[in-house]
């Protein structure tokens, strides 16, 4: 399971960074960072998670039971949500440049935007 | 030492002593080369009849201050040169006034009146004046690395300076010349010496045809006669250095005259022998054979 | 009692309170930015001053009241209080700055700069990793919102590099975190250094990519285009606190987070600091355009400091000093700087000749240059001297020859830059008003009390015994508004004054020198009654350079020594830089000073090195196995200073280029400060010699050499001024000769020869500067006949070359006849022969300049020449005063001098008998000489007067010619190329080796700057591919053992 996820967080990253790199689209490129950050939340997840745990919501039972041996890792899921965040504030500020780039040129091609000096 | 006033009687009687030497050798010397050019040539005494007529003369004109005192200058350089040596070893009274400096001012000396020359000679406005003094500065500067190798190592074979104490080294036989114990320095010396001498294939600063004479073509009337006085005295100064260096000094006036005379000869020989070199080519003459074997000069003291 | 949340909370608030107010950014809004920002230096600077003083100690906050992982710690201790007070500091001027924009941009422009510096106090204060990224994320975004306060295509273009590299960069943080995390159960730094040290090996994955994107942050060559883009392209206002505040915050986070990734990752960051601080600088050379030259110091200067962390032979007091001092003035400096350029909106270097009338900002942009080059008394400057010293102690040689090479090429462009400030002509589009904002002004005062801090360091002693001559440099900067002439003469009483104070404590070759430096300064300083006006920035200069060069002498300690050598090299660059077209010969005249005082620092450091760190001067004589390479590094530093060739190629520009009364100063009196320092290192170190080669032999062929070469060069110039530069060369070159021989007679000639060349050439200088004055040119050919018009200027000259060529009676004749007196003693008779060549040659040009210039044929232009002015003759007349008197009596002069240099050589001293001197091998009685000399000159004079009274004076043209008379002087001028067959014969000796060797080096580091600054293309993609190429770059040389 674990494995599963890893691998394919590290796909994805690798995916996108290659996205990132050779796309010519400034959007596609924002594509690879957004498919580059997915993967990178996957395995942060991925770490978190211990086998044959559940979510880590306490209620009464759980507390009763002693919740470090029924729960996962909370910390990552909380450090997750947390990137998630900053991730959509920076694909969203790509974006806004992304716009704007294309007001002024008139172009969503990076390599015409490099040669508009 | 302490100064005596008799040491001034003596200089000046040394002083005119050399004065006439130097006009009537150079009388001769002119007389020989017309001669041997099957000319007939002036009369021995002429530069005499030439010196006062000049002193005589009533009409002069003056370009400026600087024009006064080259000459000046240029006289002064041949007194001084002359009062700075000993002329007669042994004699108490015609040693002048050596006891002020060695051998190093009296080769700094020589430039005294070079340059106050070069000074009035500049004042004339003359191109020619300006057109000498440059390739008679460019070629002494040349002709002189021979002889300043020679110095060194005459002072390091020596180990003195005092042209005094390098006479009496020289003394007690004709092998202890220089010229015999250091003969490498004695030849380059002499090759050096022939730079300064003012005579072919050395003699395109005073070139008479091209550049009417070089440095003193403005000079005229008193001025030339001042600068005449210099020429019977500096290039004796000169061969008295010479003979003191390297062929044993004098112990009196005979011997002095003697030698003086036959070392005048020397670049006199050269001259009517040689045709005339350009200054880049003495220079680069002066660089090569008389260097080398000043430079072997120290090397084998 | 405060708290160190309040660092998150006041900005955050604020942008709460003044994001709901509506889009106009008003007086209000601005109150309360300037209230938020001034709360958090407030609280830091109470930190600062609690931990000072002890009343608090360090400790560590948690947030949200449990314990980490699950909560965030925040430290406070002594280095992040400094820290946030400097960010925050700068955080509080740039708000000023950016007032205008604000109130164009609206109040989320002013939300936006408050959070970036939320985030920066974040990424100090915070100890967790994963906050830290959080912050990093902020930072960067916030960064990104501020590039676009300036509207223009080529800031989207570089936001959005700048986003996909920080996107990348986000990657690698995030990564480490919780890989980090998953080893060590711990996100804090001091639970996970908690741990086993063996789970957290250092070759781990986690700490790889956290040593990336902390290195990341910092921006390292080559992975730092996208950085250098903002640079540029960002309003300065913005690149002032991304430099400042940001480059500090991420230097700190490095110096934070280090103990987590591990020893193993120091020597790479010391490899990737240098190499980002030697390249940033190369790259700068190239530029033109100022924030991008800037952005390139930034990366560089933060490459510097990275490295300086990375160095575990510093002790922690020294990496502490010199960590704060480099990033505090950084910091200040850079923030200067920038507001600078956002204040004048000047982009190109050349268009900086905009602020060359306003003397405030030519201060300003100065002051805050040479602190970020390390002059002294900036903190900089100290942090420079203990990084050598501390460097030299180990086999660390080519970090040391990277940290001073950087710092070379650095100084490079940044006087390039202030040179075309100070002295460029290119008309600029801004207008900018006379006085500089306060946001500019006040970096510069905060930098003044930095140096004040200095007190508290271990170089306090420094500023204890210089801060008289600091007062008199600093009275001199605030009395600038005074007319000339009052200066002029406060400069001279000052200077007498500290020649009457210093004179009991001075002996030997101190008193000598102190009496070139103080008294003949004093004489030269007459001619400057001739100015009129106020002369902006002359004295302020004479005043360093004067200091410096005392300060020498004074000097007890070699750091002393190096600290006043910078300000001597500093006050005569700013005199240079005076002249009219010195530009170009000013900034090679720097950087010649600047590599031969990098050189002599790294001498420095070894010697300290060697001698278990102790700085006393008297440890020259103990410089232990390395003491051959101490004496090269010494030597080079002085040789540069006494323009030895090759290095000495920038003395003839630097010389002829400055002004009328400046070129007698830096030609008579600055070039004895090498040689005062050759007499100080010869005299300490004593005999030496590398392997099998004699040093002093070799040094003497080089003074042989470099006498020959300047002389030689001399006779073919047609500048009356740099013909009297290469001169100095040729003279300089004798010194060092005689210095070479280590002998009395040896060390004697050396003392005539700085002695008569300080006589001499302040005198032609002068006379020659007062006649360019006159005819308003340099080229000799074009003058001539001026000794109707100019009387005294020609005896000054002829007095001049007299003395000068070395020929009797005046004074230049007592060393050459000790010269050759040395020269026979000590059996160097070929590298004697050349000194005498040089000599000879010597005359060539005396008379070339006496002829071309005041003989020959008077032109039409100069009919109505005047005498130079008054007070350019009065020093001349002293200086005659003072030659003659010394040609009648040497032994006045000379008799103590031998009697001291029998402490230092016993043997073969002169013997006095009244003014005969005997040596051991001749004699030389001046007195007599002059007498002789002279009756015999007065004799013959009276003799042709009395005889010639009666001749009569002639006009210009009355001379033989061919039976013609000329009329126009230019044609029977024989001026030009005046030594033709001297150059036909003999040029080849003079070919331009040394130029053209220079000029190489420069071309060839400029091509290389070229070719890699095609990395750079502005595009993002190819940014992130060198950050990966980068990274896989980095992981290869850590496996492969570095």
């Given amino acids: 399971m674990i494995t599963i996820t890893l691998t394919t967080g590290s796909l994805l990253i690798l995916l996108g ?36 745990r559940t979510a880590p919501i306490l209620n009464d039972t759980m507390i009763a039971a002693g919740p470090e041996t029924q729960i996962v890792d909370p910390l990552p899921q909380a450090l997750v949500l947390t990137a998630i965040v900053i991730g959509f504030a920076i694909t969203a500020f790509l974006l806004v440049f992304a716009l704007r780039l294309y007001h002024t040129y008139g172009t969503l091609s990076l390599s015409k935007l490099v040669e508009k000096s | 030492m302490t100064f005596h006033w008799m040491q001034l009687v003596y200089a000046l009687v040394s002083l005119f002593i050399v004065l006439n030497v130097g006009l009537i050798i150079q009388g001769i010397v002119r007389k020989i080369g017309a001669r041997l050019g099957r000319r007939h040539g002036i009369r021995w005494y002429q530069l005499y009849l030439d010196l006062f007529k000049n002193y005589a003369m009533r009409s002069a004109v003056s370009h400026g201050i600087m024009f006064y005192l080259g000459p000046v200058f240029r006289l002064s350089g041949g007194i001084g040169l002359f009062l700075f040596m000993p002329v007669i070893y042994g004699s108490v009274w015609f040693q002048n006034f050596s006891g002020s400096g060695d051998l190093i001012l009296l080769t700094y000396f020589i430039f005294f009146g070079t340059l106050g020359m070069a000074l009035g000679a500049g004042e004339s406005g003359h191109p020619y004046s300006a057109i000498g003094i440059t390739r008679g500065l460019s070629q002494t500067t040349a002709a002189e690395i021979p002889l300043i190798l020679a110095i060194i190592a005459i002072a390091v074979q020596y180990q003195t300076l005092s042209v005094t104490d390098i006479v009496a080294a020289q003394q007690g036989g004709i092998l202890n010349w220089t010229l015999f114990t250091n003969p490498l320095a004695t030849i380059a010396a002499l090759l050096g010496f022939l730079g300064s001498m003012m005579r072919s294939p050395f003699d395109v600063v005073m070139a008479p045809q091209e550049i009417p004479v070089g440095p ?34 004098a112990t009196n006036w005979p011997v002095l005259i003697i030698k003086v005379f036959l070392l005048y000869m020397w670049p006199v020989f050269i001259g009517v022998a040689f045709p005339r070199f350009r200054v880049d080519q003495s220079i680069r003459w002066f660089l090569r054979i008389p260097t080398l074997i000043g430079i072997l000069a120290i090397l084998f003291i | 009692m405060t708290q160190p949340i309040l660092f998150i909370a006041l900005p955050l608030l604020a942008t709460f309170f003044t994001g709901l107010t509506g889009k106009r950014y008003g007086k209000f809004q601005s109150a309360v930015m300037n209230l938020a920002l001034a709360g958090t230096v407030l609280i830091s600077a109470y930190y600062v001053s609690a931990f000072v003083s002890g009343t608090r100690q360090p400790y560590t906050a948690s947030t949200a009241g449990s314990l980490p992982p699950f909560s965030i710690a925040f430290r406070m201790a002594l280095p992040e209080a400094l820290t946030l007070l400097l960010i925050n500091g700068l955080g509080l001027l740039g708000l000023s700055a950016l007032k205008t924009t604000f109130r164009q941009k609206g109040t989320l422009s002013a939300v936006t700069y408050l959070l970036y510096f939320m985030a920066l106090n974040g990424i100090v204060l915070t100890r967790d990793l994963f906050n830290y990224f959080v912050f990093i994320e902020i930072s960067s975004v916030a960064l990104a919102g501020m590039v676009l306060f300036k509207e223009s295509g080529r800031c989207l273009k570089a936001g959005f590099s700048w986003m996909m590299a920080t996107g990348v960069i986000s990657i690698f943080l995030i990564l480490s975190a919780i890989l980090i995390y998953v080893r060590t159960g711990a996100l804090d730094i001091d639970n996970i250094l908690l741990t086993d040290p063996l789970v957290l090996y250092s070759g781990s994955a986690g700490a790889f990519f956290l040593f990336l994107a902390l290195i990341f942050e910092l921006k390292p060559f080559p992975a730092n ?186 100084a490079a462009w940044m006087i390039r830059w202030f040179g075309f400030a100070v002295k460029g002509n290119e008309q600029t589009a801004n207008e900018i008003q006379k006085t500089p904002p306060v946001y500019t002004l006040v970096p510069a005062l905060l930098l003044l009390g930095l140096i004040l801090l200095l007190n508290r360091s271990r170089f306090a002693f420094i500023l204890t015994n210089a801060w008289i001559p600091l007062l008199f440099i600093t009275g001199f900067f605030l009395l600038d508004f005074l007319p000339a002439r009052v200066k002029n003469t406060f400069m001279i009483g000052g200077l007498g004054l500290y020649f009457y104070f210093l004179y009991p404590t001075l002996t030997e070759f101190r008193l000598i020198f102190a009496i070139i430096f103080l008294l003949g300064g004093m004489i030269l300083l007459l001619a400057g009654y001739h100015y009129k006006g106020r002369r902006i920035g002359f004295y302020p200069s004479s005043a360093l350079m004067y ?76 410089g232990g196995p390395f003491q051959a390479v101490i004496f090269i590094l010494l030597a080079l530093g002085f040789l540069t200073k006494t323009a030895t060739v090759p290095l000495h190629i920038w003395l003839p520009g630097a010389h002829s280029e400055a002004e009328s009364d400046v070129s007698p ?16 290192l010869m005299a300490g170190m004593g005999p030496q010699s590398l392997g099998r080669v004699n040093l002093y032999t070799a040094l003497g062929w080089l003074g042989a050499i470099t006498a020959l070469i300047g002389n030689l060069s001399a006779i073919f110039e047609e500048d009356a001024k740099r013909l009297l530069a290469y001169s100095s060369i040729g003279q300089l070159g004798y010194v060092l000769f005689a210095l070479a021989m280590m002998n009395h007679l040896g060390w004697l000639t050396a003392t005539v020869f700085a002695l008569n060349h300080f006589l001499i050439k302040a005198l032609l200088f002068l006379a020659i500067g007062g006649v360019v004055m006159r005819v308003k040119t340099r080229n000799m050919y074009e003058m001539g006949g001026l000794i109707k018009k100019m009387p005294l200027s020609f005896i000054s000259v002829m007095i001049g070359i007299i003395a000068l060529s070395g020929v009797p009676p005046l004074t230049g004749f007592a060393g050459k006849w000790l010269s050759y007196n040395a020269t026979v003693l000590s059996g160097w008779y070929f590298q004697g022969v050349i000194i005498n060549f040089a000599g000879l040659v010597t005359f060539l040009y005396c008379f070339r300049l006496i002829f071309t210039i005041f003989l020959g044929q008077l032109k039409d232009q100069h009919r109505q020449v005047k005498e130079a002015p008054f007070w350019m003759m009065v020093p001349q007349i002293i200086l005659m005063g003072v030659i003659l008197f010394i040609s009648t009596v040497p032994n006045v002069a000379l ?35 002059m007498l002789v000399t002279g009756v015999v000159f007065a004799a013959v004079f009276f003799w042709l007067f009395f005889i010639n009274r009666k001749a009569v004076k002639i006009k210009q043209f009355n001379i033989v010619f061919a039976g013609e008379r000329p009329s ?55 940014y992130v591919i060198h950050q990966i190429l980068f990274a896989v770059l980095v992981f290869f040389l850590v496996l492969g053992g570095i």
């Fill in chain 3, 665 to 680: 100063v830096v030609s008579a009196v600055l070039l004895k400060a090498g040689v005062f320092g050759l007499i100080l």
């Fill in chain 3, 547 to 622: 200091s410096g060069l005392v300060g020498l002498l004074t000097a007890g300690t070699t750091v002393e020594f190096f600290f006043w050598w910078e300000l001597m090299t500093l006050g005569s660059y700013f005199l240079i830089l005076r002249g009219k077209k010195s530009l170009p010969h000013a900034l090679s005249y720097f950087l010649f000073s600047m590599g031969g005082a990098y050189t002599m620092l790294s001498g420095f450091g070894l010697l300290a090195a060697a001698n278990q760190g102790s700085l006393a001067l008297e440890t020259l004589s103990s």
């Fill in chain 1, 17 to 52: 960074l290659y996205a990132l790199l050779t796309r010519d689209n400034l959007l596609r490129i924002i594509i690879g960072f957004s498919l580059a950050n997915t993967g990178v939340h996957l395995i942060i997840v991925s770490f978190g998670y211990l086998k044959n």
């Fill in chain 2, 216 to 249: 003193p073509t403005e000079f005229h009337s008193n001025f030339l006669a001042v600068l005449q006085t210099n020429r019977a005295i500096f290039p004796m100064a000169k061969t008295i250095l010479y003979v003191n260096l390297f062929f044993g000094g």
């Fill in chain 3, 968 to 1022: 126009r002087p230019e044609l029977t001028h024989f001026a030009y190329n005046f030594f033709a067959p001297y150059q036909k014969a003999l040029g080849f000796l003079v070919a331009p080796v040394s130029t053209d060797f220079w000029n190489r080096l420069s071309e060839g580091t400029h091509a290389i700057a070229g070719f890699i600054a095609r990395l750079f293309s502005g595009n993002g993609q190819s």
């Fill in chain 3, 895 to 929: 008799k103590p001098v031998g009697t001291f240099l029998t402490r230092y050589f016993p043997e073969h001293a002169l013997v006095w008998d009244g003014p005969m001197a005997r040596s051991l091998y001749g004699y030389w009685n001046g007195y007599m000489i």
């Fill in chain 3, 225 to 410: 285009g996208w950085a250098l883009d903002v640079y540029e392209n960002a309003s300065p206002a913005v690149s002032a606190v991304f430099s400042g505040a940001g480059i500090t915050a991420g230097l700190f986070a490095l110096y934070k987070f280090l103990p987590i990734v591990g020893d193993r990752w120091l020597f790479p960051l010391i490899i990737i600091g240098l190499v980002t601080f030697l390249f940033s600088n190369i790259l700068a050379l190239k530029q033109h355009i100022v924030n991008r030259m800037l952005g390139y110091s930034s990366v560089g200067q933060a490459g510097l400091i990275a490295a300086v962390f990375g160095m575990g032979v510093l002790s922690k007091e020294d990496m502490f000093f010199i960590a704060a001092s480099l990033m505090a003035v950084h910091a200040l400096a850079k923030g200067g700087l920038f507001w600078l350029s956002h204040h004048t909106g000047y982009t190109s270097v050349y268009e900086w000749a905009g602020i060359r009338h306003k003397p405030l900002f030519i201060f300003l942009l100065g002051f805050y240059i040479f602190a970020l080059l390390g002059f002294p008394p900036f903190p900089s400057f100290f942090a420079k001297w203990s990084l050598i010293s501390a460097l030299a102690a180990g086999p660390y040689g080519w970090m040391m020859a990277a940290i001073l090479l950087g710092s070379l090429l650095e």
